[in-house]
């Protein structure tokens, strides 16, 4: 439309929902894929998909029979209007105490369009497929995947059996690691799972070499100019984001710190100009290696002890590093069910960067915090990381 010298685009938003039968795309028929495609005359797809699921057959699956409508009768999909909406599923979870994760499939990809919260030990996954285009009225179908791990196989290259991760699509070989790898997919992608200890327990910290505090961190920063972008006219037949402007690294600026010792502070490094990224990954490299040197030269100083800690170590009764009073027993420890001596006596611990006495320590706990220069990680803290300084470091083919 056009009103004096403007121009009005006027765009349809079509929901997400599911139709009537459509069939699969063909790279998808093969049997061992796992699918069920419904093939349903109205606008019932997801209904049927749930009936399926609570009642799976091995002759014809697919076919919608007088048997399915008694068993739908026993589902609860009231006030839910056909073909269902995204939206809806949230209500038919609830009142079917059911989890339904939903996927799509485009240019033989499969991404996740819905995962469910995870609220009930149920769960069922369901594919959405379409066919057509907006401007001939575009058709969607839910189908039932009956396995997700083998819908997905051919999407790894491991041959044996596996498990993917339905939030990121991730492969492991095991059940085991799936689920280790859930808490921290959660934190990324979804909900945080949370697990309370059980009532009564006690939770102790037991990863004392963590106390030991980095010797140097480097903070840094990149800048960026944007550039416009200039691209085609976006595809009506799916949903897309228009890029208009791109960011291009032309600099950055870091520091180095030292936690212990002021004197070894460096200068702010600042650099502008071409090539921002890889002068940076290799700059830091050096000082890398520079913070490594400074560590087997100068982070060795012995311990300097006065008559007050003298005393103090004298009349320690616990060790200041994991918290347990010493005993005898300290001295034993089971390996291989066996019982061993080690010498696990009080001893002097200090920082090795100054030389101060820090405390009286378990010989076992004052080991774990030493200092290892060739093993350390020095952390490089970013501002924007998150943000889109990340992005930096994706486009390029390290």
Known sequence: MKFLDHYLNVVTYLPLRGNSYIPLPEELRNSKKGLINPKNEDNKCLLWCHVRHLNPVKAHPERITTNHWKLSKKLDYSDISFPVQIKDVSKIENQNSININIFGYEDKRLYPIRISNEKYGHHMELLHITEGDRKNDVKSHYV??????????????????????????????????????????????????????????????????????????????????????????????????????????????????????????????????????????????????????????????????????????????????????????????????????????????????????RGSAHNCCNLQLRL?????????????LKGSDSHFFYLKNW
């Open 144 to 357: 039932y995947i009956k396995d997700f791990n083998r819908l997905i196989f051919n999407f790894s290259n491991y041959k044996d059996t596996k498990h993917f991760c339905m939030r990121c699509l991730h492969c492991f070989s095991s059940k085991n690691l799936l689920e280790r790898h859930g808490p921290d997919c959660f934190a990324l992608n979804g909900t945080q799972a949370i697990d309370l200890p059980a009532p009564g327990s006690k939770i102790y910290f037991k990863n004392h070499h963590r106390m030991q505090a980095v010797p140097f961190v480097i903070y840094a920063d990149f800048e960026a100019l944007t550039e416009k972008v200039y691209s085609c006219q976006p595809s009506e037949e799916k949903s897309y984001t228009t890029r208009y402007q791109s960011h291009l690294p032309c600099g950055y600026g870091y520091k180095v710190v030292c936690h212990a010792d002021q004197s070894y502070f460096k200068p702010v490094e600042i650099y502008s100009g071409d090539d921002a990224v890889e002068k940076f990954i290799e700059k830091i490299f050096e000082e890398v290696k520079n913070c490594q040197k400074v560590m087997k030269k100068h982070f060795n100083k012995p311990l300097i002890m006065t008559e007050e800690n003298e005393r103090d170590f004298q009349n320690s009764t616990r060790c200041h590093i994991c918290g347990e009073e010493y005993s005898d027993k300290d001295n034993f420890v089971i390996y291989k069910g066996e019982k061993i001596k080690i010498k696990n006596h009080p001893v002097r611990d200090h920082c090795h960067i100054t030389g101060r006495y």
């Open 372 to 384: 290892d220069p060739e093993k350390l990680k020095i952390p490089v803290i970013f501002h924007n």
